[in-house]
């Protein structure tokens, strides 16, 4: 258990910031919660913007330093909090995570997020249905490297979970969430149902949500 105190600056429904928190719970870390309002504008206050002058949550305050980045936090409590590793025990684990997790963020998030997910939220998804289905195909096929890793092993790097599985979880579950949405179904994205087409990363989103931490994790705001 960590003896200093660690708090944790984060919006509900933000993906990075579901990151930290489900590694948080997965390691069993307590942590002071300073939950923000977007609508407010609390990541744009002064006092915040001295903790990432960005103005990106998450924050990980922990005595005097503040990190912020989703996978370097998580990398930090790795390093910090070993023993229940997120990126491996050995030099080839190590290595194989980072190259799922390196995988995800530059080859899989930002389609889903940039093209699917935000067009959806924002009510700009009708402007463009064609562009719309066209993204949700590539969304699709951009997915299959995960189906295919997950169709030979649990979890994206091997047996455990580990810090792959953590930082592609969220924006999944946002795609799963967004594509329920009845605008979706209108334009025929073929998003409400992913297990029928990648039955091998629904599996895997099961295992997930019995992960320990998951429960706290889950973004409040998607309850009511």
């Known amino acids: 258990m960590p003896t200093v105190e660690?708090?944790?600056?984060w919006i509900s429904g933000s993906p990075y910031a579901?990151?930290?928190?489900?590694?948080?719970?997965?390691?069993?870390l307590p942590y002071v919660s300073r939950r923000m309002d977007s609508a407010r504008q609390d990541n744009r206050s002064p006092e915040f913007l001295e903790l990432n002058p960005r103005g990106k949550v998450p924050v990980l305050k922990?005595?005097?330093?503040?990190?912020?980045?989703?996978?370097?936090?998580?990398?930090?409590?790795?390093?910090?909090?070993?023993?229940?590793?997120?990126?491996?025990?050995?030099?080839e684990e190590h290595g194989r995570i980072?190259?799922?997790?390196?995988?995800?963020?530059?080859?899989?998030?930002?389609?889903?997020?940039?093209?699917?997910?935000?067009?959806?939220l924002r009510g700009h998804a009708k402007d463009d249905p064609e562009g719309m289905r066209a993204s949700a195909a590539r969304a699709i096929d951009a997915l299959g490297w995960m189906e295919q890793a997950l169709s030979v092993a649990p979890y994206l790097a091997g047996e455990v979970i580990s810090a792959a599985d953590i930082v592609a979880l969220p924006n999944i579950q946002m795609l799963r969430r967004v594509g329920l949405r009845?605008?979706?179904a209108e334009m025929a994205l073929g998003l409400e149902d992913l297990g029928?087409?990648?039955p091998a990363l629904a599996a895997w989103l099961s295992r997930m949500e019995t992960m320990r931490g998951y429960e706290a994790a889950y973004p409040p705001h998607w309850r009511s």
């Open 182 to 184: 009845s605008e979706a």
């Open 18 to 28: 579901w990151r930290v928190q489900l590694a948080l719970g997965y390691k069993d």
């Open 98 to 120: 980072w190259q799922r997790v390196n995988e995800f963020e530059n080859y899989t998030r930002d389609l889903l997020d940039v093209e699917i997910i935000r067009p959806l």
């Open 6 to 9: 660690h708090e944790l600056f």
């Open 196 to 198: 029928s087409r990648l």
């Open 62 to 91: 922990t005595g005097e330093t503040a990190l912020y980045e989703s996978v370097a936090i998580i990398a930090f409590l790795d390093r910090t909090y070993p023993a229940v590793p997120l990126f491996g025990r050995t030099g």
